[in-house]
């Protein structure tokens, strides 16, 4: 059973960096699959963040590419998400899943809300 | 960005069947197909199916999905009240290079 756990700061200030960890349990990061981020902002839909693979190659969210960073750290079996110049509006609950060969995320984290607020 | 097409919410009677729809493009639903994922209120969501038809394992046969053209279908048999949620479509756009998601659908079971 692949299990995902989120974490980071649940309270990031306007214009600051959000930074989050999915750790990976009983399943390697080097695998083939990629791994990706999706959020949903309090009483919304779905928005997907991006996903990284271990070769390095990485897909964006177009309306997001400019302020966000995902990365693979394999030794520790776990990826990571930044999101700079913060405002209200990247307020949601962040999850972490493992995409699909179909889909976006067969197995998922349980969420972390991250508030952006001074 | 461009995305998905659901309907806001769907409602149907116990026991009944009710068919949510998501309608795309050529880029999207009707290149590469859909998934079909379940939410529950404060619970992450729960893949359903994916690449139109195929169903993880674990997932009921209750959950049935299917798609033509542009316009996927998942068909939700025999509804119990643990079957109100919300649900979401989602495809590759080609064009994009990105996950794409509808709206969602809450479905309420009367």
């Known amino acids: 059973q692949v299990r995902l756990q989120e974490s980071g700061p649940g309270l990031v200030k306007p214009s600051e960096t959000l930074s989050l960890t999915c750790t990976v349990s009983?399943?390697?990061?080097?695998?083939?699959?990629?791994w990706g981020w999706i959020r949903q902002p309090p009483g919304k839909g779905l928005e997907w963040i991006g996903s990284v693979y271990h070769s390095g190659s990485i897909y964006y969210n177009p309306s997001l590419q400019n302020r966000v960073t995902l990365s693979l750290d394999t030794s520790k079996n776990q990826f990571s998400l930044k999101l700079t110049s913060v405002t209200a509006a990247d307020t949601a609950v962040y999850y972490c899943?493992?995409?699909?060969?179909?889909?976006?995320?067969?197995?998922w984290g349980q969420g972390t809300l991250v508030t952006v607020s001074s | 960005q461009a995305g998905l097409t659901q309907p806001p919410s769907v409602s149907a009677d116990l026991r009944q069947t009710a068919t949510l729809t998501c309608t795309g493009d050529?880029?999207?639903?009707?290149?590469?197909?859909a998934a079909w994922l379940q939410q529950h209120q404060g619970h992450p969501p729960k893949l359903l199916s994916y690449r139109d038809t195929s169903r993880p394992s674990g997932i009921s046969e209750k959950f049935s999905a299917s798609r033509s053209g542009n316009t996927a279908s998942l068909t939700i048999t025999g509804l119990q009240p643990e079957d109100e949620a919300d649900y979401y479509c989602s495809s590759w756009d080609s064009n994009l290079s990105a996950w794409v998601f509808g709206g969602g659908t809450k479905l309420t079971v009367l």
């Open positions: 050529g880029e999207n639903v009707g290149n590469l197909g």
């Open positions: 899943a493992r995409d699909a060969s179909g889909g976006p995320g067969d197995y």
């Open positions: 009983d399943y390697s990061v080097s695998s083939s699959h990629y």
